[in-house]
């Protein structure tokens, strides 16, 4: 029998969050354990006149890749790759896996040469989303193993899910647009300034907006969705932080990363696990080293690190500062093959002062 939450969160994400048309060119990814959304979003699409297609993917198949390619396969890109992120009209990435430790022993120069050299495309693709030429939306399908990451039973993690997502609502979209609403107000307050200042545990961390715009993300590109993100101006980050979980990107986990910037670049960079990693992947190109993004979490009803960016950014009382491409639809000017959301906790012995002035304590705004 399928989870009528099923049902509700592919009426929610082909309605709401990508806002299909008629004719849309419109592609869903996804791994096979996602099949029973992949199935309940297509026959939303065909229903609202789109022209869906998947493309599904199997685990195991990156394993493969990373440890036999050439560097020569490493860097191809493929034009079907390019001409698809021209023509697409939407896209829906679902996430979902049997094992989310499979890459951990990948060679991590070989990621980075491989993301290094879809620098370009990825760009591109983050330009056509700023511009709304491409409306993606990302999104989770509970699983084994995320539910294991979680320290949940599977029963447990649909809950954290789909409540997550306000899929318990009687009318989710509404929900959404009530947080939209209580976003636009802080944004009114935040478009304002111009210095930011973020103070907790070994992190003190200045940086500048000028020229940059703050940006609402209350249910379009994530799902769930909770943040208010900018982009600083690349040069003026200056001081250190502490990230307060665990830094997971394409598959491998770091632990207790501390990073040192100097005019915007990274010039040090720490960790008790996966430290190596950490440092090749700043290593991916020029822009790697410099911030594309700086974030407010205001999810409240998601309050457990659950090792998967998705939720975890959005964690109400926290901040993520991303390392690598900025999101252009924020004025962001860097360019790199990778965008790394690390996640820090303020929501105990933490400020953060806009001019001057307190605005934000213990993981709460004050404006």
């Known amino acids: 029998m399928t989870d009528p939450r099923i049902e509700k969160m592919a009426k929610v994400l082909t309605r709401y969050s990508l806002e299909l048309k008629k004719g849309d060119l ?125 320290e949940l039973s599977l029963t447990e993690f649909e809950d954290f899910v789909f409540n997550g997502c306000l899929l318990d609502k009687s009318d989710p979209i509404k929900e959404w647009q009530k947080l939209s609403n209580q976003q636009a107000n802080f944004i009114k307050e935040l478009s304002k300034r111009k210095q930011f200042r973020v103070k907790a545990l070994d992190t003190d961390l200045t940086f500048k907006v000028d020229g940059r715009k703050w940006i609402n993300c209350d249910g379009h590109m994530n799902f769930p969705d909770g943040e208010i993100f900018t982009c600083p101006v690349e040069e003026s980050v200056e001081g250190h932080i502490r990230y307060s979980f665990p830094a997971v990107y394409q598959g491998k986990e770091v632990e207790d990363v501390r990073l040192k910037f100097v005019n915007g670049k990274v010039t040090e960079a720490k960790a008790t696990k996966g430290e190596e990693y950490l440092n090749s992947m700043l290593n991916t190109d020029q822009g790697a080293k410099y911030v594309g993004e700086f974030s407010f979490g205001n999810n409240y009803g998601i309050q457990k690190f659950i090792k998967h960016i998705l939720f975890d950014e959005k964690i109400g009382g926290t901040i993520h500062i991303a390392l690598g491409a900025t999101l252009p639809e924020a004025g962001g000017k860097n360019k790199s093959g990778i965008h790394w959301d690390m996640v820090c906790d303020l929501r105990k012995g933490s400020e953060i002062y806009a001019d001057g002035a307190l605005i934000y304590q213990d993981g709460k705004f004050l404006i």
């Open 26 to 150: 419109f592609r869903i990814d996804g791994g096979y354990l996602t099949e029973p959304l992949i199935k309940a979003v297509y026959k939303e699409a065909l229903l609202m006149g789109a022209n869906p297609y998947t493309n599904i993917s199997f685990e195991g198949l990156l394993e493969i890749f990373y440890k036999n390619a050439s560097d020569e396969q490493l860097k191809f890109v493929s034009e079907i790759d390019r001409i698809s992120y021209e023509k697409l009209n939407a896209n829906l990435t679902l996430w979902g896996d049997w094992n989310t430790k499979y890459l951990t022993n990948v060679e991590s120069k070989k990621v980075a040469v491989y993301l290094g050299a879809r620098k370009d495309l990825f760009n591109r693709r983050l330009e056509r989303i700023a511009k709304r030429e491409l409306r993606w939306c990302g999104t989770l399908y509970p699983t084994q193993a995320n539910a294991q990451d979680a």
